[in-house]
């Protein structure tokens, strides 16, 4: 199996769904045709990843 990375471009078409779960978790769900991803985290985890993909996004417009 080949491993992928960041900068690794792909074919592959996905979809993301991100919300509260009634057992009050964060789920980050990802899903394919030949896949579903489903990701919980808690409130704390959730924020965290939520910061890292801001800080992600500003250093990508800098670098653009």
């Known amino acids: 199996m080949k491993k992928s ?3 690794k471009e792909s ?3 996905a ?3 991100i919300g509260p ?3 009050g978790m964060v789920r980050i ?3 394919s045709d030949k896949i579903e991803i489903p990701m ?3 409130p704390e985890e959730a924020i965290n990843i939520a910061e890292e993909l801001k800080a992600s ?3 990508a ?3 653009n």
């Open 5 to 7: 990375g960041i900068n």
């Open 11 to 13: 074919d592959i078409v």
């Open 15 to 17: 979809d993301i769904q």
């Open 21 to 23: 779960t009634n057992k």
């Open 29 to 31: 769900f990802v899903s």
């Open 40 to 42: 919980d985290f808690s």
């Open 57 to 59: 996004a500003e250093n």
């Open 61 to 63: 417009k800098k670098n």
